[in-house]
């Protein structure tokens, strides 16, 4: 079955740095498009950002442009999501999610109820 599981999420003070990673198995990683989506507690699930399935085109919300990069390694099945100049505003639940469709744009991508499958999520709570 596909799974999806995340690491790397912990406390950090404001303007620290945190890398989160996110292994995939049961389906073909490198053909999809992946995304980092989040929750706050209290809150519905905020899409951050998502890259094609070599890797080439990446898009942010404008909450996390300029600080986060979303990368991933296709040999190893494994997304990244690289975090600096963290906010307090930016503790919530990270999951990874894998999208089923073909293409994506900068205006579609940010609608996690097109994916299918998703991660637990790690926990990342900024705070001093």
């Known amino acids: 079955q596909e799974e999806l599981v995340e690491s790397g999420g912990g406390l950090v003070q404001p303007g620290g740095s945190l890398r989160l990673s996110c292994t995939a198995s049961g389906f073909s990683f490198s053909t999809y498009w992946m995304h980092w989506v989040r929750q706050a507690p209290g809150k519905g699930l905020e899409w951050i950002s998502g890259i094609v399935n070599d890797g080439t085109i990446t898009y942010y919300s404008d909450s996390v442009k300029g600080r986060f990069t979303i990368s991933r390694h296709n040999a190893n099945n494994t997304l990244f999501l690289q975090m600096t100049n963290l906010l307090p505003e930016d503790t919530a639940v990270y999951l990874c999610?894998?999208?089923?469709?073909?293409?994506?744009?900068?205006?579609?991508?940010?609608?996690?109820?097109?994916?299918?499958?998703w991660g637990q999520g790690t926990q990342v709570t900024v705070s001093s």
């Open positions: 999610a894998k999208d089923p469709r073909a293409w994506v744009d900068a205006r579609t991508a940010n609608r996690p109820h097109e994916y299918n499958a």
